[in-house]
């Protein structure tokens, strides 16, 4: 998985072909360069994939397979390149919610187009639309609109999982029917909750990627991790602690660590957590569209 820490690649992709074409014979037209704008990228999904929610916030542009740079989107992808040109766009995401890691989504199929490419001018790249990649497998969906919840506190928890189907609550993505989402409210002081996928999965390794989609809204921090076995003994392993949201987010957590140095690690489950602080308001959480997201592995 190709991760960069920030867009200073793409920056300075720009910089250099506008020094170049600045500073170049206006006879030289090789240095100036074509334009590609991408202004998002979409994801469609099967029934069995569950929802179509996204936050892709990057293209990673390659033109002949060849790396342009990666681009926070809306962007305007400077080519030095004209002509009929095989442009592939890889979906890019911010791994667990980190603006400066940043990553190419390896479960997410790439877009490729041949598109005629002109100098000094700019060629749209419409209606950019990815789908799941074809041995992409989703051991644990959970959406909260059946009446099976597969999501369920621990003897630790103080407080319980609900469901709401308040409108003005709930998750919405345009063109998905969606009639329920998890709610947790914490009032007393020092409440606890803690809640964990109700079966345990045995996950990929070998440096599998291995991610956890989730849907968010909280007001008051939210613990994400997982628990296993591992020479018998029953770990709990935090792996990301998500901040208050001002509404609805999205966000791709990376499980491949604990299966990366933990090789013989068994038994995953997903955990989530929250302690409350004395004297803060009520916290107030909601989840939705949980996904747990690795490649099939089975030959």
């Known amino acids: 998985m190709r991760i960069v820490t920030n867009l200073f690649k793409s920056i300075l992709g720009i910089a ?5 074409t600045s500073g170049c ?9 074509s334009y ?5 990228i979409s994801l469609s999904t099967t029934y069995e994939q569950g929802s179509s929610s996204q936050k892709i916030s990057d293209a ?15 962007a305007t992808v400077p080519i030095l390149k004209d002509g009929l040109q095989n442009v592939t766009i890889r979906p890019g995401i911010k791994l667990n919610g980190i603006a400066n890691t940043r990553s190419i989504y390896p479960f997410y ?3 490729k187009r041949n598109l005629l490419l002109t100098k000094d001018s700019i060629t749209n790249f419409s209606n950019a639309v990815t789908t799941y990649k074809q041995n992409v497998i989703f051991p644990w969906i959970e959406n909260f609109d059946f009446s099976g919840v597969t999501l369920d506190t621990t003897r630790k928890s103080t407080v319980g999982i609900g469901k709401t189907n308040d409108q003005s609550l709930i998750f919405h993505k345009a063109g998905e029917d969606n009639a329920y989402s998890c709610f947790i409210r914490m009032s007393a ?7 964990t996928s109700t079966q345990s999965y045995n996950l ?20 994400v991790g997982v628990f296993y076995t591992a020479s018998g003994i029953r770990v709990q392993r935090p792996l990301l602690v998500l901040n208050k949201t001002e509404g609805w987010n999205k966000v791709y957590v990376n499980l491949s660590v604990p299966k990366y140095d933990t090789p013989s ?9 929250a302690q409350k602080e004395e004297g803060t308001e009520d916290a107030l959480i909601y989840l939705d569209n949980l996904k747990l997201v690795h490649f099939n592995t089975v030959k």
């Open 16 to 20: 250099l072909t506008a020094t170049l």
């Open 25 to 33: 014979d206006k006879n030289d037209t090789d240095l100036i360069p």
């Open 36 to 40: 590609l704008f991408i202004d998002s």
């Open 60 to 74: 990673w542009v390659y033109v002949d397979e060849t790396l342009i740079g990666a681009f926070e989107l809306p």
């Open 109 to 111: 199929a790439d877009i």
């Open 189 to 195: 002081d020092s409440a606890t909750f803690e809640a």
């Open 204 to 223: 990929p390794g070998n440096g599998a990627s291995i991610f956890l989609e989730m849907n968010y809204n909280t007001n008051h921090s939210l613990v």
């Open 265 to 273: 690690a068994t038994d995953f489950q997903i955990f989530f957590g």
